[in-house]
């Protein structure tokens, strides 16, 4: 019964990357964080300060269910003192680590990913460097690479956000040819006023149904966010809050899963400030 819905949820597929995404149902395509690097790409171009964030999720506490990750990204070019631009000169540059599983079944993954932002659009790719072990059958490795985008349709209103995971279907084994999954995701983003932001997304696997995602964010305050969502392919309610302390950031959630139960997602980020030069 688990085994659909883990194909869903991982499965060597983009699965969830921050606990922000994860309490907006995963609908995460237009959204433009650290975790951009796995969600889309594109979302990295936005980026002006370098920042590093950890991530864990636990499905249904099942240990074996387990998913690590680290990121990290780095504008490129300099900004000029005192500088309000929206994006790096030279685009960003994002690096991410990630281990699911336990003994018997893991998934490692090593990806590297630019995005670069242009006007009112944002482009990025992404490569991974996939290696799926089962114990007794030896591991397999697999490169998959990925494109997305970003657009705002009305600016700062409205943004729509697509992204191709494994658009050249990487094969893991000559066995039935196993591939890696293949996957679209297209979405939009409504800031409907300054604290509240509504996010649709789909998201269809060449070999599964569609999964169609939602989200709401309400900024209460500076400091605090809170957050609702639901996907219907995973049949999941999801919430969760995010925490702002200066720099840092902490964003939980949890998801409900009716036959399954409960979810639970936790990520750290922190936002590198350059040092300030004493006045002369």
């Known amino acids: 019964m688990c085994l659909p819905l883990l194909g869903a949820a991982q499965g060597n597929g983009p699965g969830v990357r921050g606990g922000r995404a994860a309490a907006l149902g995963n609908a995460s395509v237009t959204l433009a964080d650290v975790w951009a690097v796995g969600n889309n790409a594109a979302g990295l171009g936005v980026l002006t300060r370098p920042e590093a964030a950890v991530y864990a999720d636990n499905r249904f506490l099942i240990p074996e269910f387990g998913n690590a990750a680290l990121a990290a990204a780095l504008p490129l070019g300099k900004q000029p003192a005192g500088s309000t631009a929206t994006a790096a000169p030279h685009g960003v540059v994002g690096v991410e680590l990630q281990r699911f599983g ?52 009305i600016p700062q209103k409205l ?6 995971y494994n658009l050249n279907q990487a094969r893991l084994a000559e066995y039935q040819a196993e591939r890696v999954p293949t996957v679209l995701k297209a979405g939009l983003s409504y800031r409907a006023t300054p604290k509240v932001l509504l996010l649709v997304e789909t998201e269809k696997d060449v070999e599964q149904a569609a999964d169609f995602k939602a989200g709401l964010e309400y900024q209460v305050v500076e400091a605090l966010a809170l957050r609702a969502g639901v996907a219907t392919l995973t049949e999941q309610m999801t919430g969760g809050l995010g925490l702002r302390f200066g720099r840092a950031r902490l964003d939980y959630a949890a998801a409900w899963h009716n036959a399954l139960g409960l979810s639970q997602h936790i990520s750290v980020s922190l936002r590198l400030e350059p040092k300030t030069e004493a006045a002369p």
């Open 102 to 153: 336990g003994k018997l079944y893991n998934e490692q993954r090593a990806g590297v990913g630019y995005g670069y932002r242009l006007g009112l659009f944002s482009v990025g790719a992404r490569a991974d460097v996939l290696q799926v072990r089962i114990e007794g059958l030896g591991s397999r490795r697999a490169v998959a690479l990925s494109l997305g985008g970003q657009a705002e349709v």
């Open 159 to 164: 943004t729509f956000g697509a992204y191709l």
